[in-house]
């Protein structure tokens, strides 16, 4: 099955700094990647999806970066504020045989500091 | 007002009696799903639904029952309950075409099983 992880579960920076946060997947055949923000008490909320069919796909202030080869997905927050401030999970869609499957990471503790 | 509901939002309840939490959405979504929520494991899917009558395991489904007989309603059963099941669930839609659309989440229910 698919297994997802994350390189840090927090991460602390200051307003105005841009965030990354990183994602880990194992299965190759994964074919979509989506990033969600989760608020203390509420319900996660999707921020951005990507395709295996590209690369790089951008938002508002969010970039989400794709490598296939080795199976890295990474979110990009630019110029963090402290509403920011959240735990982030990326969901990975294995497909094939598991259509309609989300995997999820554990989450990242993002800290922003006025 | 689009969004998914949950009832009820907080349950406390003893081993092995059988409970149901709603899940209900008010925006004709085809895609369903449940998760649940622990501390250090990031979210997990517990069962999914492409559309009404389909239905399809998650990560962790044992100990959980689902139905999916109208569009808006997706319960989840726990048809005797232990207090492994103890956790933070949670609803979540998404537009017709499945689940490569953004997924809405409802508010959580905070089970304990004592």
């Known amino acids: 099955g698919e297994s997802v992880g994350l390189h840090l579960p927090t991460l602390s920076v200051q307003e105005g700094d841009n965030s990354i946060i990183n994602c880990a997947y194992s299965n190759s055949a994964s074919d979509y990647f989506i990033w969600y923000k989760q608020e203390s008490g509420k319900g996660p909320q999707f921020i951005i999806d990507i395709r295996s069919n590209m690369d790089k796909r951008q938002g508002q202030r969010v970039t989400v970066l794709l490598n296939k080869t080795v199976k890295h997905l990474s979110l990009q927050i630019a110029a963090t504020q402290p509403g920011d401030s959240a735990v982030y999970f990326c969901a990975v869609?294995?497909?094939?045989t598991s259509y309609g499957k989300l995997t999820f990471g554990q989450g990242t503790i993002l800290t922003v500091h006025p | 007002e689009a969004q998914v509901t949950q009832n009820p939002r907080y349950l406390i309840t003893v081993?092995?009696?059988?409970?149901?939490?709603?899940?209900?959405?008010?925006m004709n979504h085809e895609y369903m799903s449940w998760y649940r929520q622990d501390p250090g494991l990031g979210l997990r899917q517990i069962y999914y639904s492409m559309n009404v009558e389909v239905t399809d395991k998650g990560d962790v489904p044992e100990g959980y029952k689902v139905s999916r007989k109208e569009k808006r309603n997706f319960p989840l059963i726990l048809e005797s309950p232990s207090p492994n099941q103890t956790s933070l669930y949670f609803c979540a839609s998404s537009l017709s075409g499945g689940f490569r659309y953004e997924q809405y989440f409802g508010p959580g229910t905070r089970l304990t099983v004592t």
């Open chain 1, 93 to 96: 869609h294995a497909g094939g």
């Open chain 2, 15 to 26: 081993t092995g009696k059988k409970l149901t939490v709603t899940c209900s959405q008010n």
